[in-house]
Structure formats: C-alpha cells, structure tokens
C-alpha cells in the first residue's frame, strides 16, 4: 500500500494565483519533505516539516502538517511560470534517527500558464 | 550546499548486460541512497548504503543489484543482467540538512534497456 498520496493528480492554474496540492500517509511519522521535479530532471528538495510542528514557511512556499488527520499541504503562492513542475510529498519514517529513506507518493504535476 | 554528481547521464543497454553506475559526492559522505523512477511513476527507494554495508534494501533490490564504494569516494549500483523493467531514472541521495533529515538528490542517470 502506498505511503503517501497526493491530490490532484494534475492541477492547472493561471500566473499569479495560488496552487495548493496535498498529501495524505498512512503510517507514523519522523517527518514530511515536499520536492519539486522539473520535467526529466532531478529532485530538488524545498522544505521539511517535523512531526511537531505544524506549519512552516520558505518564501512563497507554506506547508502545513496535521499529524491526526495524516495530512499535510503545500501551498504555491502568486505562482509563475517557472513554478511548473511535478511536486512529490516524502515521508521519513524512523523514530530513531533522521538519517531514513523517504518514501515518495506518485506527485502532482503543476501547470501555471503566463 | 552539497554537491553530487552521477555518471553516467544517458545510459543505452542490451537486455542481458551489466550496467554500473556511479555516484560522486563531492564532500566526504558514510551514507547514502539509491532511488529509481520509473518513466512517469513515483520515486521508489532502492537501498541505503552506510559505512561500506548495505543499511537497508526494498523488495526491488533483489540479487541483480549490488552497491559498493569501490575506492572511498565513489558509489556505485550494478546491475547485473539488466531487464526492460530496468528502464528508468536511477538517483542517488545524501543526507544533508540540519539534522540530516533531507536528501538532497543527484541528477540522475537515465537507463534504457533495449
């Protein structure tokens, strides 16, 4: 089963609004990591939650966690073109140590059109 | 911010044949990860590497698979009889963050199995 999913699947907005995109777990958490890829490239990291706390900003990144619900949720604002991307929520798992795989959910993938 | 390298960037293979591929972190690192993404799907964890010894593995790392750190600096995953299902985008990772809780991601080698 899978560990992370997020939703929608594909969102399409236009330059200058907010994207928000989600993602629900199933197990416990260490921690929650949103990336961001770039179509056939590589995995950039952009922000890491704790299972303590509960929002976090980077920018114009905001990232919410809930752990009773198993959610969190990304938020883009003021989107721009070069916001597109296909975006992945990870979980770590392990209680003992940060130093975990993370397991990935299949993404959204974004479009912000000029 | 950390800095790794992989090679090759394009890897072309006949099904059958041996592939290596390589890691470079640029600083001196006892950890890290092989992820594999296959063509439109989410990001599947392969293996943790520390300290010379195989940390952890998933289901997909099956005897076809092995990792070493053949002179102290590289990694390497070798396949050893590629199949079609190979075929995908091979990432490795470190540890990094304030608590090395973050991966931060390599670019990527692409295989294609013909």
């Known amino acids: 089963s899978q560990q992370g999913e997020e939703d929608p699947q594909a969102l399409s907005i236009q330059e200058g609004e907010n994207a928000t995109m989600n993602c629900s777990y199933k197990?416990?958490?260490?921690?929650l990591q949103w990336y961001r890829q770039n179509s056939g490239r590589g995995l950039v990291h952009l922000i890491l939650i704790r299972s303590n706390e509960r929002e976090k900003h980077s920018g114009r990144l905001r990232v919410t966690l809930d752990t009773s619900k198993k959610s969190s949720s990304l938020l883009i604002t003021a989107s721009r073109a070069a916001d597109t991307a296909s975006y992945f929520c990870?979980?770590?798992?392990?209680?003992?140590?940060?130093?975990?795989?993370?397991?990935f959910g299949p993404g959204t993938s974004l479009s912000v059109i000029p | 911010e950390p800095e790794v390298t992989q090679t090759p960037s394009h890897q072309v293979t006949q099904m059958g044949q041996e592939v290596i591929l390589r890691c470079v972190p640029i600083s001196n690192h006892l950890y890290f990860y092989w992820y594999r993404q296959i063509l439109g799907q989410k990001v599947e964890f392969l293996v943790s590497?520390?300290?010379?010894?195989?940390?952890?593995k998933s289901e997909i790392f099956d005897d076809q698979f092995s990792v070493e750190r053949p002179d102290g600096s590289n990694f390497t995953l070798k396949i050893r009889s590629t199949k079609l299902e190979d075929s995908a985008m091979y990432f490795c990772?470190?540890?990094?963050?304030?608590?090395?809780?973050?991966?931060?991601f390599g670019p990527g080698t692409r295989l294609t199995v013909l």
């Open positions: 990870a979980t770590g798992l392990s209680m003992k140590t940060s130093y975990d795989k993370v397991i």
């Open positions: 197990t416990s958490i260490n921690n």
């Open positions: 990772a470190i540890p990094t963050g304030v608590d090395w809780g973050e991966q931060f």
């Open positions: 590497f520390y300290n010379n010894e195989i940390s952890e």
